[in-house]
């Protein structure tokens, strides 16, 4: 079995959120293949430390991948400060002369592949456009990771995850898919906080989330905090109430575009005129569109810029969900030659960021504590876990499986992804949007101190 094959059957995604199958990504031939180890998220700390603890079996997995596709250079890209993944890259990578680490300021959104993409080989991927139309492939680090596992044979049915913000113990640790996020709370000591909200992702792009909500192979982080904490209360203000806002307070001064790093890229992706439109149902602004929308990446930066706390990428994110249900797709192709003149200046402090967000107590290291060793009662695979068409079962309600079977295919000739058993059980139930399996073990969890 080839490479892509093996990643294909081993249901590899990407890690890092977005969820693209990865077998497909890789069926291209790039000139530069870059490891996205930005982490630009604050509170997640799961790929800098994969990066220390992998490093042999990551430049390893990264020059079997280069030589496959025929990539000139592999880069692994990570911020400076990340001083053990550095350090520990940096012990091996002499032994790969076509690999090269390239580091990253701390700044946000280092991680947005656009962002990164730029950084690395200073090309500007064209406006809604992906990597590979400038030559390059971006892999997360911990996509990479379980890539070497399926070289192996090894296909993905864990999930490495900070749980932080307002609970006991902080903690990285490496979760069977399909517990429960309340499960992985409990397991990292509770929360601190009475009533508190749980965000999946970092506290930029993560969304808000239900606790009895499965862990799946996207997610990287969960952030408990506070129900009143400001942030969640923003993240939870529904669209009229902020473009109502809008109307008494937006001044047009236009420091959301400022920020906004589509914007600084030279992508046409002006927030400022996206709220004028939207909050005064205006057709005075003649060069802008709604279709605009499309090319924002949704970091929320456009947010922090904003005198007034509101929130454009609220409104592109309810913009896209429209116009994709009208059939409309982005319009928006241009390839700028360069980014925006003053960007170096204008490029967002991490640090000012964390205060801006207002998690600096938070802000705390969330060292790797192994693998989840409570028992498991029950995991619920969604069978929509990447992008594209949901995976199809090929398991029975009551058929018995063991870690690490197929439970789930990809739907003939369409984009998705396998899906495998986590444990050793029986099929409990099985609908059109998930796969429950029960293992015979007791329900009694564990708890770190
Ligand atoms: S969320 Fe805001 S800052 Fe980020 S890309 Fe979209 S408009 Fe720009
Ligand atoms: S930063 Fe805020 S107030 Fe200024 S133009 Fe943008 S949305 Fe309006």
């Avoid at 603890?53 to 890209?77: K, Q, S, V």
């Avoid at 990340?82 to 280092?110: K, W």
């Avoid at 000739?413 to 099929?427: F, I, T």
């Amino acid at each position: 079995m080839d490479v892509l094959e093996k990643v294909k059957a081993a249901g590899v995604i990407g890690a890092g959120g977005a969820g693209f199958p990865t077998h497909v990504k890789l069926n291209s031939t790039p000139e530069y293949l870059i490891v996205n180890g930005a982490e630009c998220e604050p509170l997640l700390r799961v790929d800098q430390q994969l990066g220390a603890m992998y490093a042999d079996e990551l430049l390893e997995t990264l020059e079997t991948l280069r030589a496959g596709c025929g990539a000139r250079r592999a880069i692994y890209a990570l911020k400076e400060k990340y001083h053990d993944a550095v350090d520990a890259l940096g012990a091996d990578i002499h032994r790969y002369p076509d690999i090269e680490m390239r580091m990253l300021r701390n700044t946000y959104p280092a991680g947005d592949e656009q962002v990164l993409v730029y950084e690395t080989i200073g090309r500007v991927v064209p406006e809604g456009g992906i990597p590979i139309a400038v030559g390059a492939v971006v892999l997360n680090v911990e996509t990479l990771y379980n890539v070497s596992r399926a070289l192996s044979g090894l296909p993905v049915t864990e999930k490495f995850v900070t749980v932080g913000g307002a609970v006991k113990s902080p903690s990285t640790v490496k979760f069977p898919i399909g517990i429960t996020i309340q499960e992985a709370i409990d397991y990292c000591g509770g929360p601190v906080a009475n009533d508190f909200a749980v965000i999946d992702g970092g506290p930029m792009m993560g969304k808000l989330t239900a606790p009895e909500s499965p862990i799946t192979k996207t997610t990287k982080g969960l952030l408990v905090l506070p129900k009143d904490h400001p942030w969640v209360v923003a993240k939870g203000r529904d669209m009229a109430r902020m473009l109502g806002m809008a109307k008494i307070s937006c001044c047009h001064c236009m420091l959301c575009t400022e920020v906004c790093p589509r914007n600084l890229l030279g992508h046409k992706l002006r927030p400022d005129k996206m709220m004028r439109l939207a909050s005064y149902n205006t057709t005075a602004e003649k060069d802008a569109a709604a279709t605009e929308a499309f090319l924002c990446c949704e970091c929320a930066l456009c947010e922090l810029g904003c005198v007034m706390g509101l929130q454009p990428w609220k409104l592109h994110q309810e913009l896209k969900r429209r116009l994709g249900g009208l059939g409309i797709k982005n319009p928006h192709k241009d390839a700028p030659k360069a980014a925006a003149k003053f960007r170096e200046f204008k490029l967002y402090p991490v640090q000012k960021l964390i205060r801006r967000v207002g998690v600096t107590a938070y802000d705390v290291p969330a060292p790797f504590r192994g693998a989840y060793d409570a028992p498991v009662k029950l995991v619920t695979l969604p069978l929509k876990q990447s992008l594209g068409a949901p995976s199809k079962p090929c398991v029975t309600c009551g058929g018995a499986v063991s870690k690490g079977d197929l439970v789930a295919e990809i739907p003939e000739g369409a984009l998705g992804s396998r899906l495998h058993s986590p444990v050793d059980g029986h099929v409990l139930r099985l609908d059109d949007k998930s796969i429950t399996i029960e293992t015979a073990q007791e329900s009694t969890r564990g708890r770190l101190n």
